[in-house]
């Protein structure tokens, strides 16, 4: 499956509702389970976003630091998704998630990761399209290896995938890919910045980029 794929799976799928605000979906293919989180798309996902002090976790066994407001929406979904990613018929799992809900996959590829240790290697991958920041704090030595395989994606220009500010302390889980964009301007009244976050800039972008390709093994390469 294409980037492109991934991406407009995330934005078109029907999403189940959850208190604050978290929606989420759920999705097997053959063996596979793909897990989707929503973008912001009501006032109290706005209230959520910036509600960014932040707050020790400790649902592992290592406590980090991370954004409050996204925190609370992850804990929101995770009990509806919990007997999903421990199905032992389960052999890969993808999680993908764009804007808010990409940060939201932020949490939730570390559950998967600690819960389902069989898949660490080969069976867990997990695209943030349009991330903000997550984590607080310089990154724990045993925490990176968490989010090895969890790729931020950024269209370049997007503003979003800049907050909240490194100032705050606050850092992303791994290195981000930058989207090769052309520079298409789809909303020619919204600065640059935030136009890059639109979803039809990432669409636009991602077809440019539509030989990258998710391959079985998870990785990707150029054809």
Not at 94 to 99: A, H, L, V, W
Not at 106 to 127: K, Q
Not at 178 to 193: A, E, I, S
């Amino acid at each position: 499956m294409t980037l492109k794929e991934l991406y407009h799976r995330c934005v078109y799928i029907p999403y189940i509702h959850v208190e604050n605000d978290g929606d989420y979906a759920l999705e097997k293919i053959d063996d596979a389970l793909y897990i989707y989180f929503q973008c912001s798309h009501s006032k109290v996902d706005w209230k959520n976003n910036f509600d960014f002090p932040a707050r020790p976790y400790s649902d592992m066994d290592i406590t980090w630091k991370a954004h409050r407001g996204f925190l609370k929406v992850w804990k929101s979904i995770k009990p509806y998704i919990a007997d999903a990613v421990k199905d032992e018929t389960v052999k890969k799992i993808y999680i993908i998630g764009y804007s808010m809900g990409a940060a939201i996959a932020t949490f939730c590829h570390e559950y998967v990761w600690f819960n389902r240790p069989d898949l660490r290697e080969n069976g867990l991958e997990g695209y943030g399209f349009g991330c903000p920041r997550v984590y607080w704090g310089f990154m724990k030595k045993a925490l990176k290896e968490r989010w090895e395989h969890f790729h931020p994606i950024r269209n370049c220009g997007d503003i979003v995938t800049h907050v909240p500010p490194v100032l705050f302390g606050f850092r992303h889980v791994n290195k981000v890919y930058d989207l090769k964009n052309t520079g298409l301007k789809v909303h020619p009244r919204l600065l640059k910045c935030i136009d890059a976050h639109m979803v039809e800039n990432y669409e636009y972008s991602l077809e440019k980029e539509s030989e990258e390709t998710v391959h079985e093994d998870g990785k990707t390469t150029n054809n």
